[in-house]
T-cell receptor, first 112, second 116 residues
Framework: NAGVTQTPKFQVLKTGQSMTLQCAQD?????MYWYRQDPGMGLRLIYY???????DKGEVPNGYNVSRLNKREFSLRLESAAPSQTSVYFC???????????FGPGTRLLVL | AQSVTQPDIHITVSEGASLELRCNYS??????LFWYVQSPGQGLQLLLK??????LVQGIKGFEAEFKRSQSSFNLRKPSVHWSDAAEYFC??????????????FGKGTMLLVSP
């Protein structure tokens, strides 16, 4: 039981490049989330998915797209990376009734 | 919209001393409240949570927190800090959305430093 896994762990991009961050969970959770973490800002929600086939915007969705591929996987795509997207990205998934979110180890992204 | 305030950006505590990290929230209904801990370079680990019932909740690693509705607070405490507790601590409030799910709003975190 690996919990929430994220790939890659680290990535360096040039401005304008695209990439997809992958997230998978093996806990049979319905809900999945993407956050970004910046120094002094805490975690801010980018997008979330309440169930397979549904996605909703969070606090900071601009510049990102998401895909809920199936119940296990939730990917985050940067179509044209910008230096402002340099951050640590966390994926999380949630149990049913009790609102606890479980987090992955994070992806550290540097956009030059 | 809900919000969370952690007034202290950094706190330094001597090893063996007691600890209290402050958290204030704003939310119109009964909140779900959480404390998470993040060690350097790591993901977030749940310390404890409050949904309802007893306002004093116990968590892992000897931490506890008390929900005080009148003060809109959910402060984290530990009676005796260990050097391994040095980390960043995040308070979060969960809110139900009109759509199909609920989300968390995080505070900006408090960095705990432990001195020998």
């Amino acid at each position: 039981n690996a919990g929430v896994t994220q790939t890659p762990k680290f990535q360096v991009l040039k401005t304008g490049q695209s990439m997809t961050l992958q997230c998978a969970q093996d806990m049979n959770h319905n809900s999945m989330y993407w956050y970004r973490q910046d120094p002094g800002m805490g975690l801010r929600l980018i997008y979330y998915s309440a169930s397979e086939g549904t996605t909703d915007k969070g606090e900071v969705p601009n510049g990102y797209n998401v895909s809920r591929l199936n119940k296990r996987e939730f990917s985050l795509r940067l179509e044209s990376a910008a230096p402002s997207q340099t951050s640590v990205y966390f994926c999380a998934s949630r149990t049913g009734g009790q609102e606890t979110q479980y987090f992955g180890p994070g992806t550290r992204l540097l956009v030059l | 919209a809900q919000s969370v305030t952690q007034p202290d950006i950094h706190i330094t505590v001597s090893e063996g001393a007691s600890l209290e990290l402050r958290c204030n929230y704003s939310y119109g209904a009964t909140p779900y409240l959480f404390w998470y801990v993040q060690s350097p370079g790591q993901g977030l680990q749940l310390l404890l949570k409050y949904f309802s019932g007893d306002t004093l909740v116990q968590g892992i690693k000897g931490f506890e927190a008390e929900f005080k509705r009148s003060q809109s607070s959910f402060n984290l405490r530990k009676p005796s800090v260990h050097w391994s507790d040095a980390a960043e601590y995040f308070c979060a409030v969960g809110a139900l959305r009109v759509s199909r799910d609920s989300t968390l709003t995080f505070g900006k975190g408090t960095m705990l430093l432990v001195s020998p």
